[in-house]
């Protein structure tokens, strides 16, 4: 599975969903160009580094290869990437400035709605990206 989450990982945080109100539509709108365009390149067999949109730990972490071969994975389990839909902004309580964006994805060869979870950090860069299985509640 797709799992690439350098500022989280080993985190036991707890979060609080924004009201659709209080999230900026600019910072949501880049997070959806962002995972819509890394996952149309991959669909097309574009496997570029990432750049100053991305922290240096997730550039060091999704590199062209993990690229590569977590597309691989993706369409093993779901299909190629068709598109996405928003489906809310989560924070951590612990006041940590990152930024949940959970997207529904949905992929050519199954009817399941996959979570597409982009993070954004404070400086409005992508400090992590995943695909799992949609789970109403955030984990």
């Known amino acids: 599975m797709f799992a690439v989450l350098p500022v989280l990982a080993g985190c036991n945080t707890m979060y609080t969903r924004l009201a659709d109100a209080k999230v900026d539509a600019a910072e949501k709108a880049a997070a959806e160009k962002l995972a819509a365009g890394l996952l149309t390149s991959m669909r097309e067999g574009q496997y570029k580094p990432l750049g100053d949109e991305a922290t240096n730990a997730m550039r060091s972490a999704l590199t062209p290869e993990k690229q ?5 994975d993706i369409r093993g389990m779901f299909g190629d990437f ?15 400035l ?11 060869a199954t009817t399941a709605r996959p ?16 695909i799992k299985p949609w789970i109403p509640a955030i984990t």
Do not use: C, H
């Open 68 to 72: 590569k071969d977590s597309y691989e």
């Open 115 to 130: 979570e597409i979870r982009v993070v954004m950090d404070g400086n409005g860069k992508l400090a992590g990206f995943w």
């Open 82 to 96: 068709q598109s996405l839909e928003y489906a809310g902004t989560w924070i951590p309580k612990d006041g940590t």
């Open 98 to 108: 990152l930024k949940i964006y959970r997207f529904r994805g949905r992929f050519s």
